[in-house]
T-cell receptor, first 111, second 115 residues
């Protein structure tokens, strides 16, 4: 079947620390991969995406590379800010129209 | 505000009652999606529409659930004979285009509590 596994949270970091949130997937075909972010009190927003192997998605200092050989799409940021505190969801979509989301990873950045 | 809107934001109902939620997508978006999210989990796909046609339904969408999108604009999700297991956040999202790879814009959700 198709599924996404994310590292469990919550994650707490100090401002300017390096962030990695692990995401691995299982898919029956060749998925597109996404990271969505949910800030407190808001709806989910697309953070970045990659549609084929070796693509790198990037946005707002966040990056993730589509690794087919390790079936991974880990999210990274070199220096987190307090404003990055949110819940991050990894997701995949195949040629159908169903998104498969991970369980989410809560990030808190402290000053 | 031209984002996706959902009403009501919160709904408390007694078991066995029927409830209906509404989603207003971004005006030019032809695709509309419904998801369910329970505490500590990611959103789970329920169904989607392209214009007024409901093209796919998840196995999660039991016979008690029905969704409509008349005239390809707003959509409603009705749950009949609610059960406590229906308690969740119901999310709506919309996108433009015929490809599923286009960005989905999510609404704030409707939180349902069944007592």
């Amino acid at each position: 079947g198709n599924s996404v596994t994310q590292m469990e949270g919550p994650v707490t970091l100090s401002e300017e620390a390096f962030l990695t949130i692990n995401c691995t997937y299982t898919a029956t075909g060749y998925p597109s991969l996404f990271w969505y972010v949910q800030y407190p009190g808001e709806g989910l927003q697309l953070l970045l995406k990659a549609t084929k192997a070796d693509d790198k998605g990037s946005n707002k200092g966040f990056e993730a590379t589509y690794r087919k050989e390790t079936t991974s799409f880990h999210l990274e940021k070199g220096s987190v800010q307090v404003s990055d505190s949110a819940v991050y969801f990894c997701a995949l979509i195949l040629t159908g129209n169903q998104f498969y989301f991970g369980t989410g990873t809560s990030l808190t950045v402290i000053p | 505000d031209t984002g996706v809107s959902q009403n009501p934001r919160h709904k408390i109902t007694k078991r066995g009652q029927n409830v209906t939620f509404r989603c207003d997508p971004i005006s030019e978006h032809n695709r509309l999606y419904w998801y369910r999210q329970t505490l500590g989990q990611g959103p789970e796909f329920l169904t989607y529409f392209q214009n007024e046609a409901q093209l796919e339904k998840s196995r999660l969408l039991s016979d008690r659930f029905s969704a409509e999108r008349p005239k390809g604009s707003f959509s409603t999700l009705e749950i009949q004979r609610t059960e406590q297991g229906d308690s969740a956040m119901y999310l709506c999202a919309s996108s433009f285009g015929t490809s599923p790879y286009y960005e989905q814009y999510f609404g704030p959700g409707t939180r349902l509590t069944v007592t």
